[in-house]
């Protein structure tokens, strides 16, 4: 039997609202090498978004994001327009389906990523139930942190398909829930926390859409060139030899 690798973080972000001025961020070739590196993370992170760390992964499609809580705040909508700009850009088909919380799918039905919306307590009690440590499990409870996630690889190599879950608070302000949507489309791709860049490839908001660096960053991500498990030095070689930039 395969033994899961798990690894748990706190999302402990910048967390203010996207907004959008990221329309407006350059996209000379450097500065979409320097999204997408941050997109790639630095090795010590890496493992948190269960990502090998010395190895360049993304995700194969289709995928699929499942979510479930949220009342009457109409994320259906907003995770749907994110997964088709993502999708677009990355040539991955996402799709998005919603789920009642009190009929929450077992393991292999729940997809790629599985996003709950739901009031502290509720979140807590979901934590406890995936064996995420108390201290944390108390940080979500009394809101000094907004959200938790946890991935895992069903396998160890560089290959393997990962999933993950994020339990997001209900008590967070729209937008703020708007910006964990758009991350949770950046790690359901194999990306890593990319923080400030946020901003500059996507906009949240109004339009929940990725700007023009965001396409060409995960147009990037997905080139033919980069190929799964080749080593992350050889890929970033790359990547900056496909913009055209000087080693």
């Known amino acids: 039997m395969i033994r899961f690798a798990v690894l748990l973080v706190a999302v402990v972000l910048s967390w203010t609202p996207v907004g959008t001025g990221g329309a407006q961020a350059s996209d000379a070739p450097q500065a979409i090498y320097d999204s997408f590196e941050a997109l790639l993370g630095r090795r010590d992170v890496r493992e948190i978004y269960a990502l090998p760390p ?38 991955i088909e996402i799709g998005v389906r919603a789920w009642a919380l009190a009929i929450m799918p077992e393991a292999g039905q729940a997809g790629d990523l599985t996003i709950l919306v739901v009031s502290r307590p509720l979140g807590a009690e979901f934590a406890a139930g995936l064996g995420i440590d108390v201290e944390m499990r108390r940080r979500f409870a009394d809101g000094r942190w907004p959200a938790l996630f946890e991935f895992r690889r069903d396998d160890l190599s560089a290959t393997g398909r990962r999933r993950g879950i994020m339990l997001l608070a209900d008590d967070l302000g729209r937008a703020e829930i708007e910006t964990f949507l758009a991350l949770s489309m950046v790690w359901t791709l194999g990306g890593a926390s990319i923080g400030d860049e946020l901003g500059a490839i996507v906009d949240v908001g109004e339009r929940n859409r990725l ?5 060409r960053v995960f147009a990037l991500m997905y080139d033919p060139a980069l190929t799964l498990g080749q080593p992350l030095d050889e890929a970033r070689a790359t990547a900056r030899r496909l913009l055209g930039l000087a080693d």
């Open 54 to 91: 010395e190895r360049y992964w993304r995700a194969t499609g289709p995928l699929q994001v499942t979510i479930a809580g949220g009342g009457n705040l109409g994320l259906v909508p907003v995770l749907e327009a994110l997964a088709g700009e993502f999708g677009r850009a990355s040539a």
């Open 211 to 215: 700007t023009d660096r965001g396409r």
